[in-house]
């Protein structure tokens, strides 16, 4: 007998459930036309500083965007891969978590998550570009996305 798989579309709904329960004063808006499973847009309005997207694709990936900063989470059928998943959004969110984004000139080249943790900020999932390397000689400069 073969086993069931797993309702992936089931987890990330009430994933994504829990995360707007957290915040219910803020609109969340599904995008149906996205080439993912699910797509969701949290628009900037009063309580949110940044547009945030939150999707479901490739059957398993949560992923989070915000500024420069996208990263997915797999396989979504891992409840404490969810856990961190809802803890990255919310903690970002609610002003808790900050996205640090790295720029050569006006370049992007890198963006990473971060909670505070003992007085300093650790690094939980980073985004990069390939670019960086061939933009060094220009200065580094960085921007804080956070939502306070």
Request: contains cysteine; positive net charge.
């Amino acid at each position: 007998m073969q086993k069931a798989k797993p309702d992936t579309m089931k987890i990330a709904r009430d994933t994504f459930s829990k995360i707007a329960e957290k915040f219910p004063h803020l609109i969340i808006t599904e995008n149906k036309n996205d080439p993912v499973e699910i797509s969701l847009t949290i628009p900037k309005q009063p309580g949110l500083k940044f547009k945030v997207w939150l999707c479901l694709q490739n059957n398993d990936e949560l992923h989070f965007s915000v500024g420069h900063f996208w990263l997915a989470w797999f396989p979504c059928t891992d409840s404490q891969i969810v856990e961190h998943y809802i803890e990255a959004v919310i903690g970002f969110l609610s002003g808790n978590y900050r996205v640090l984004e790295h720029y050569r000139g006006r370049w992007c080249i890198n963006a990473v998550l971060q909670k505070p943790q003992d007085n300093r900020w650790e690094s939980i999932g980073s985004w990069a570009t390939g670019w960086g390397i061939f933009l060094k000689w220009l200065p580094e400069t960085f921007k804080e996305v956070r939502n306070f």
